[in-house]
């Protein structure tokens, strides 16, 4: 099993900026993507960025221009910069890592972390 540990999420006045972090503990699995979702309460939870193995990048039309995932692969850790926070990017935020051994993948999630914009 893979334990997916993040940090950094907190409360932000509107304009404010955060870092959250996710470290992927040491694994067998090789790592494909990873990523950050988010959920508001009673809502469906919602990719905001992902980044390949390759380096490749995705985001939500909701944070562009304004966050940046990137990753440190020797560390098996990634970050989601998020700049000029509105209170609509009030959400849990959940890391992702897909992890594969073999020709099976799997899915793994992080505990969450809470981010609060306020107005």
């Given at each position: ?17 955060l ?11 090789s ?68 992890l ?20």
């Amino acid at each position: 099993q893979v334990q997916l540990v993040e940090s950094g999420g907190g409360l932000v006045q509107a304009g404010g900026s955060l870092r959250l972090s996710c470290a992927a503990s040491k694994t067998v699995f090789s790592i494909n993507d990873m990523g950050w979702y988010r959920q508001e309460p009673g809502k469906q939870r919602e990719l905001v960025a992902l980044i390949t193995s390759g380096g490749a990048t995705t985001y939500v039309d909701a944070v562009k221009g304004r966050f940046t995932i990137s990753r440190d692969y020797t560390k098996n850790t990634v970050y989601l910069q998020m700049s000029s926070l509105k209170p609509e990017d009030t959400a849990d935020y959940y890391c992702y890592a897909e992890l594969q051994i073999g020709s099976v993948t799997y899915d793994a999630w992080g505990q969450g972390t809470q981010v609060t914009v306020s107005s």
